[in-house]
């Protein structure tokens, strides 16, 4: 294929590569033909590799790209997780627009610039993980600009545009690695990767494998709510297998809509285990989360999502333990569970719901370390046997 090169920039979080490359020189003009031969497609911008020779670097490569909005930043930048008030209240009513969804990611915007394509020709945008573009996606359009969402973390993504019958060069950067991941998924609020977070012992909690999110049906209709885009993105891009709902515990059992499918298809194990979110919430749901760890430990259910109606006290309690074994930072978890107030929950959590309701518990627990006093809880307390556990901590551990 012939080569062209690209460029590439983020709209709110802008970044560009931007240069002019020579092309080799075109063949002599045979004088008993009336026109000389067409020069080839060229694509301009950010670019790494070589065409005809010649070789191409930018000290733009490899810049750092944000993933995280300015208010979302600022929060993360505060030194205590509790000030969450300051940004937002779950109802992100302040600016006057009610009912307003501030958890969703930045996009980073990919540009290039096109020269003898032929107008509304069908670009092929590609976006891979590392130097060989591992777990590539691939998004089509006629423009030349398009964003794209749900980036991971700490990640040196290349990536190239094709068109007709030319093709680019390889452009790359690396994204932000403050956590959370926060996503973008259309129809479904507070959506975040458990991923992405760094341990105690200086990995990182592996990304792509579990999410926590709110429902994706409304409450005791069952009526879906996340639309067809967010199906895409949900079975395309995040490739979910398995969705655990846990909605409609003893004192509300119709809670989650007496569905039997996941709104997301057939092609979805879907399991309802419904959990109790007021009192001692680890006391009461003790049976569910047996359940829950069981199926955590089969890697055959991964990448899965977990939720209950808004994705925050059930849902926050699934997410602390697990980060809690996998080694995350009881400040980080912390951290995360407020996170949650930049989605349209309804209302605002603060630091007492979330100690009050469990974390104290495990504090007491005996360990060393937050994962310790975790794994003795549920080994001891909720009956967990230690091979799930660590199992689980195989799987997501990085």
Not at 25 to 38: L, R
Not at 367 to 375: I, M, N, P, S, V
Request: charged share 25%; proline share 4%; glycine share 10%.
């Amino acid at each position: 294929m012939k080569k062209f090169l690209l460029a590439v920039s983020a709209a709110t979080l802008i970044f560009a590569m931007l240069f002019s490359a020579c092309a080799p020189a075109a063949d002599p003009v045979d004088p008993d033909q009336n026109d000389p031969p067409a020069d080839p497609p060229v694509l301009t911008g950010g670019y790494e590799g070589t065409d005809g020779g010649v070789s191409f670097t930018l000290p733009a490569l490899g810049e750092s790209v944000a993933l995280h909005t300015e208010l979302q930043s600022a929060y993360l930048g505060e030194e205590n997780a509790v000030v969450i008030g300051k940004y937002a209240d779950g109802v992100n009513a302040g600016d006057g627009l009610d009912h307003r969804e501030l958890s969703h990611p930045l996009p980073v915007t990919f540009t290039w610039e096109a020269a003898g394509i032929s107008e509304g020709a069908e670009y092929l945008l590609r976006v891979g993980e590392g130097e060989e573009m591992q777990n590539v996606w691939s998004f089509s359009t006629t423009e030349t600009s398009l964003a794209v969402y749900n980036l991971k973390l700490a990640t040196t993504y290349y990536w190239s545009v094709e068109a007709e019958d030319t093709e680019s060069g390889k452009a790359f950067f690396t994204t932000e690695g403050r956590g959370p991941r926060n996503l973008y998924v259309d129809g479904v609020a507070n959506v975040r990767d458990l991923g992405g977070w760094l341990t105690e012992s200086g990995g990182r909690f592996k990304q792509g494998l579990i999410y926590r999110c709110g429902r994706l049906n409304e409450n005791y209709t069952g009526k879906t709510t996340i639309t067809e885009a967010g199906k895409r993105t949900m079975l395309e891009e995040l490739k979910i297998r398995t969705e655990i709902d846990l909605r409609g515990g003893k004192n509300d059992p119709s809670e989650h809509g007496n569905i039997t499918q996941s709104p997301l298809g057939e092609g979805v194990a879907y399991h309802h285990l419904g959990m109790n979110w007021e009192g001692d919430m680890l006391t009461l749901n003790r049976a569910k989360l047996r359940e829950i760890f069981t199926l955590l430990s089969d890697e055959t259910n991964y990448p899965l999502i977990f939720h209950c109606s808004i994705g925050t006290d059930r849902t926050g309690l699934v997410a602390y333990l697990l980060g809690a074994i996998v080694g995350v930072r009881q400040e980080d978890l912390f951290r995360d569970y407020l996170f949650s107030n930049f989605a349209y929950i309804e209302g605002s959590r603060g630091i007492t719901d979330i100690k009050n309701s469990y974390a104290a518990d495990i504090d007491a627990a005996a360990g060393d370390t937050l994962a310790e006093k975790a794994k003795n809880y549920l080994t001891e307390k909720v009956r967990i046997p230690a091979e799930q556990i660590e199992e689980i901590v195989r799987i997501l551990a990085g």
